[in-house]
């Protein structure tokens, strides 16, 4: 219903609104129960009603009589005021009516008990505001599939697990939980930053602006800080901070009580503070760590909206490269233990029981089991080959090598070997003094 602000009416208009019931009201006079049967039920909050502050006693005035309080704003950004010398009719139980003899900008009824201790102002200031205040809660999903693929969605309470549900259902899923009820108001600017050993990709911050009929979602893509960090753990870990200044701030009304309790508790710390002065070193103990506590919690941002963690799995690391086979081959043995003889003799003891010459030549088993482990795809020359020059290497510089190697092939039956070594070993030798003559 529209009318001109400034055109009265010519005759009163009837207006008839709703006006929820006292929750806290006992049995009606006509459906009374006796002591015995009545049971104490926890007061049910009426759909649509909202309360603005608990207090020690209901804001509804319990079992005591109600009143009904019509105020009026004459302009958006005014104040409320007391419409007076006007009647209000209870015409069902959750439906009021009166009669309204001049235009307004906003109408109000408040059903209010004899002991609430707030004027009817004061209430309805608070309950204008907190009608913008809405609850939402802010998801933080990983891809299953891609963990490093992240989507933030602020989405009101009463949607969540829906939103959760969607979200799943697009392979997106927690760890971390979702936040708790945080009050936004509509417009809301979130920045969003991350901490820790995790980073966003390209950029240093985002933000997101919070709107009930909106979706509010952002994706992007995250990498860890320093890939040699959380050297204990199997994920790189961080933290996301949520920030935010809400548009609309409530302001609480004073409880009289309250105030007397803050003053009392002021005169007793004031008390206090003046026998700690006469308490010498204890006190300004005391004092010191005080102020050091409240300079702590005075530093937290004020406009953190909450911290959710991120993580991602670290990567299988690179398999070890298996030891060299021929580690010490560039260190050349001379004669008949020679790489070139070495190689040729490996060749040569293939089928023919090498493991009784490594045996003759003191390598002990678990060296052997050592040697093919380290060969465990390759062909058995390489194997022998392996063996020999382990050998050779366990042998002191100054030890006649050859003569160890050629009674050790004859112990195990390979006499032929053992002369064709020599022979190689000679004509290596003559042709080494050809290349010297010539």
């Known amino acids: 219903m529209t009318h001109t602000p400034n055109k009265k009416f010519e005759k009163p208009i009837s207006v008839a609104m709703p006006c929820p019931p006292n929750p806290n009201k006992g049995n009606t006079p006509g459906n009374k129960a006796s002591k015995s049967e009545r049971k104490e039920i926890p007061p049910m909050v009426p759909e649509g009603a909202i309360i603005i502050r608990k207090t020690k006693k209901s804001s509804y005035g319990g079992d005591s ?42 109408l109000l009824v408040l059903r209010m008990g004899v002991e609430t201790k707030y004027t009817p102002k004061q209430i309805a200031t608070t309950f204008e505001q907190a009608l913008q205040v809405k609850y939402a809660n802010i998801i933080l999903y990983h891809k299953v599939d891609s963990p490093e693929k992240i989507i ?15 979200l799943n259902n697009d392979d997106y899923d927690g760890p971390p939980e979702p936040s708790p009820d945080i009050p936004m108001t509509e417009g809301q600017e979130i920045t969003l930053r991350l901490t820790g050993n995790v980073k966003i990709v390209d950029h240093e911050e985002l933000k997101l602006t919070f709107h009930t009929q909106r979706t509010n979602t952002v994706e992007f893509t995250i990498k860890e800080r320093n890939s040699f960090g959380n050297y204990s753990s199997s994920e790189y870990r961080g933290v996301a901070e949520f920030y935010g200044q809400s548009r609309v701030l409530i302001d609480e009304p ?13 005169k007793a ?50 398999p070890l490269m298996p030891a060299s086979c021929f580690r010490t081959t560039a260190l050349d043995g001379e004669g008949m233990v020679s790489n070139e003889n070495l190689r040729w003799l490996s060749k040569e003891l293939v089928g023919r029981g090498w493991e009784k010459l490594a045996t003759s030549l003191g390598i002990k088993r678990n060296r052997m089991q050592s ?62 003094t050809r290349d010297e003559e010539e």
């Not at 933030?152 to 969540?160: A, D, E, M, N």
């Not at 795809?377 to 002191?396: F, G, H, N, Y």
Request: aromatic share 4%; proline share 4%; charged share 40%.
């Open 65 to 106: 009589d109600d009143f009904l309080h019509a105020l009026y704003k004459q302009t958006e950004n005014g104040a409320w005021n007391d419409l007076e010398k006007v009647e209000i009719k209870q015409v069902r139980k959750d439906v009021v009516s009166l009669d309204l003899k001049r235009p307004v900008e906003s």
């Open 371 to 432: 040697i093919k482990r380290r060969n465990p795809s390759k062909t058995e020359e390489a194997q022998v080959l392996d063996m020999l020059i382990t050998w050779r290497c366990m042998m002191p510089k100054a030890y006649n090598k050859e003569k160890k190697l050629a009674a050790a092939l004859v112990n195990c039956g390979c006499y032929d070997l053992s002369e064709e070594l020599k022979d190689r070993k000679m004509d290596m030798e003559s042709e080494g």
């Open 269 to 318: 710390a004031e008390k206090k503070n003046k026998s700690s002065d006469f308490g010498g070193a204890k006190g300004q103990k005391e004092q010191k760590a005080k102020e050091k506590m409240e300079t702590s919690v005075s530093r937290m941002p004020k406009d953190l909206l909450c911290k959710l963690a991120v993580s991602i799995p670290k990567s299988e690391p690179d």
């Open 254 to 266: 004073d409880d009289p009580e309250e105030i007397l309790l803050r003053e009392s508790e002021a």
């Open 152 to 166: 933030v969605q602020i989405v009101p309470t009463r949607q969540l697990e829906n939103v959760r549900r969607r």
